[in-house]
């Protein structure tokens, strides 16, 4: 069986449960979440088996716009974690969320996650503008539907009008850029993009007007500027497990393709690499600097934690910008992947805790965690790890994330890049501190203690010791990332 | 004789043109119908690169299959577009952008 049967898999599975939906509208809930979950336990079960195993066993008429690297299978385990757990978190949400739909009815929110999550395995091993394209709109018309899904909430609906608008804004930069840059190199492919950037005759400006409008295009998929004003909003107003889904799936499926981009541009002797390098350093320390100064006067945690996955995106650009740093044994695009892996268990965390807080029919604002420690102290304390994980406090997995882009940023002697992150680090500590010292406040604002599930806990608990576990002992995760590509080619064959 | 250049020339009109209706405009409806008319900017000058991109006497196909993909995305986007579009006008009898100011900091 190959790892590519696996998106296939998935997607029919998506598939079938909408038509489901539309012809057998009696088939419970609780039984079409039960299929989507288990498919997609399922799907990284045997992930997990095959890419031990056989990784490189690509069909042969794939093989011109796909290849199963190394990075490749950690980016299609994490989206197929991803999925996962987002699926879960609907299943949580889904008292409360149930009373935003039409007729209480959530079957989309279990089916296009299966279909966003296919599209995003097929992204993470493309090695062609044309399948980067087709899955990367896949994954964001399909977020339209889920953003805007709670429709009888007007908010939800005005998050839905701003991503659809942004977004519609970004493919259209996208297609245009990639226009450009076929023009310049006359390929599609990454491998003949980067062939054709060390040729000394070839005519910058062109390249360099496709690059800046692929780069633009590529940063609203991550939340990084200057397409970064519709997270916020979005964040707020779309459900929960979808802001979920888009902070930690969207941002790094962006990411993959930004990595390959980028390792095209960048390529040695490559006539745009230094300017390349200047962009992304640029639009980084902008993003850092634009996700975390307004996040210090939010009020909403989502929106906080809006503001808080932009200045994250800057981190990511920044390490992306590193290319030819080894000091940490790994260079960018190994960072990259290291800081989402440290990413997912702490943002889906902190979401976890703000959809439990809804359940009870609490707000969503910093007041609402008042006495948080004495209604659950369990909540209360997971929901500081996270935070001080997002900030980047030592011994968490947000740390060491962070660490190793600012270790790459002083290895390349970025000093402005560096200052720039060192404030957004800064700005960082206090805006999550504040949502920190607000839980443990005497004055609680509700006083009725919070029950949760064993499952909730157990999946909690999960997440909490992955943030520990990789703040305390990174070293497993950064040997499989330090993996040059080709050597793990090689391996398979 | 119409060049490549010709072809870049309204390539480039259109796109601006776009972009400046999506940014002044403010009607959502005419924003969307901005948007497409940057895809299509976008289509003509893949076409365009396509065409004038000669190895042995025929043109290079692959920005033209991309524009395929292109057309068809687009088509489904629209379809998405709109529904939402039509959601909000069923709520707010408006599809201006004054309809959709309520999220801020």
Redesign the interface.
């Known amino acids: 069986m190959s790892v590519f049967t696996l998106e296939a898999f998935l997607a029919i599975l998506g598939l079938l449960l909408l038509i489901v939906e539309a012809f057998a509208p009696q088939i419970s809930r609780r039984t079409i979440a039960a299929v989507s979950l288990g498919g997609t336990a399922l799907a990284l079960v045997l992930f997990l088996t095959v890419a031990s195993h056989a990784p490189d066993s690509l069909p042969s008429f794939c093989t011109p716009w796909m290849r199963l690297d190394s990075l490749a299978l950690f980016y299609k385990g994490f989206f197929l974690v991803t999925t996962l757990v987002v699926l879960w978190l609907t299943s949580e949400c889904a008292s409360y969320l149930g009373k935003y739909t039409l007729e209480g009815r959530l079957n989309e929110l279990y089916s296009l996650p299966l279909i966003v999550c296919a599209a995003m395995m097929w992204m993470a091993a493309a090695q062609d503008?044309?399948t980067v394209?087709?899955a990367l709109?896949l994954v964001t018309?399909s977020f339209?539907?889920l953003v805007?899904f709670a429709?009888k909430s007007?908010?939800a609906?005005?998050?839905?009008?701003?991503y659809?608008?942004l977004g519609?804004?970004s493919?259209?930069?996208l297609?245009?850029g990639?226009?450009?840059i076929?023009?310049a190199t006359?390929?599609?492919s990454f491998d003949g993009i980067a062939k054709a950037l060390t040729a000394a005759d070839l005519n910058k400006s062109p390249v360099l007007l496709g690059a800046a409008f692929l780069l633009a295009g590529l940063g609203f998929k991550v939340a990084a500027a200057p397409f970064q004003s519709w997270v916020?909003?979005v964040y707020?107003?779309a459900p929960i497990p979808v802001t979920t889904f888009l902070s930690v799936g969207s941002k790094a499926a962006g990411f993959v393709v930004l990595t390959r981009t980028v390792d095209a541009l960048t390529v040695e002797h490559s006539v745009v690499g230094p300017e390349v390098k200047g962009l992304l350093l640029i639009l980084g320390a902008l993003t850092v600097l634009l996700g975390s100064l307004?996040a210090m006067?939010?009020q909403s945690v989502k929106?906080l934690l809006g503001y808080s996955s932009i200045s994250h995106a800057g981190y990511l650009l920044l390490a992306l910008a590193c290319v030819g740093s080894t000091r940490s044994g790994m260079n960018a695009s190994g960072i990259v992947a290291f800081y989402l892996a440290t990413y997912l268990p702490m943002t889906v965390l902190s979401f976890l805790v703000l959809a439990l807080l809804r359940v009870q029919g609490s707000g969503e604002d910093i007041r609402d965690f008042r006495g948080l420690a004495k209604r659950n102290p369990f909540l209360a304390f997971i929901m500081t790890l996270s935070l001080a994980s997002l900030a980047g406090l030592p011994l968490t997995a947000g740390f060491m994330g962070k660490l190793f882009v600012f270790v790459g940023l002083v290895d390349q002697a970025y000093w402005g890049a560096l200052v720039c992150a060192a404030i957004g680090a800064a700005a960082g500590f206090y805006y999550y501190f504040r949502a920190i010292v607000s839980m443990y406040s005497p004055e609680a604002s509700a006083q009725e203690p919070i029950k949760l599930a064993m499952p909730t806990r157990v999946i909690a608990s999960a997440l909490a010791a992955a943030i520990i576990i990789l703040g305390l002992y990174p070293k497993p995760l950064q040997q499989i990332l330090s993996q040059p590509p080709e050597v793990a080619a090689k391996a398979a064959h | 004789m119409i060049t490549l250049n010709h072809y870049?020339i309204v390539?480039g009109i259109l796109?601006s043109l776009?972009l400046a209706g999506?940014i002044s405009r403010r009607n959502?409806l005419i924003?969307?119908m901005c948007?497409e008319m940057?895809?299509s900017?976008?289509?003509l000058?893949?076409v365009a690169?396509?065409r004038f991109?000669v190895t042995q006497g025929l043109p290079?196909y692959?920005?033209q299959?991309?524009v395929f993909?292109?057309i068809t995305?687009?088509a489904?986007?629209v379809a998405?577009?709109l529904a939402?579009?039509v959601?909000?006008f069923r709520?707010?009898q408006s599809v201006e952008v004054e309809?959709?100011t309520?999220?801020?900091?």
């Not at chain 1, 609906?157 to 701003?162: H, N």
């Not at chain 2, 309520?102 to 900091?105: E, F, N, P, Q, R």
């Open positions: 503008l044309v394209f087709v709109e018309v339209y539907v805007a429709r007007n908010l609906l005005e998050a839905g009008v701003k659809l608008i519609a804004l493919t259209g930069v297609v245009f990639i226009a450009w076929y023009g006359g390929t599609l916020p909003d707020q107003g307004p006067f939010q929106r | 870049l390539s796109f776009g999506v959502i924003i969307f948007l940057m895809l900017a976008a289509n000058a893949l690169f396509s991109n290079d692959t920005a299959a991309l993909f292109t995305v687009a489904a986007e998405v577009g939402i579009i959601a909000l709520t707010k309809a959709v309520k999220l801020h900091g």
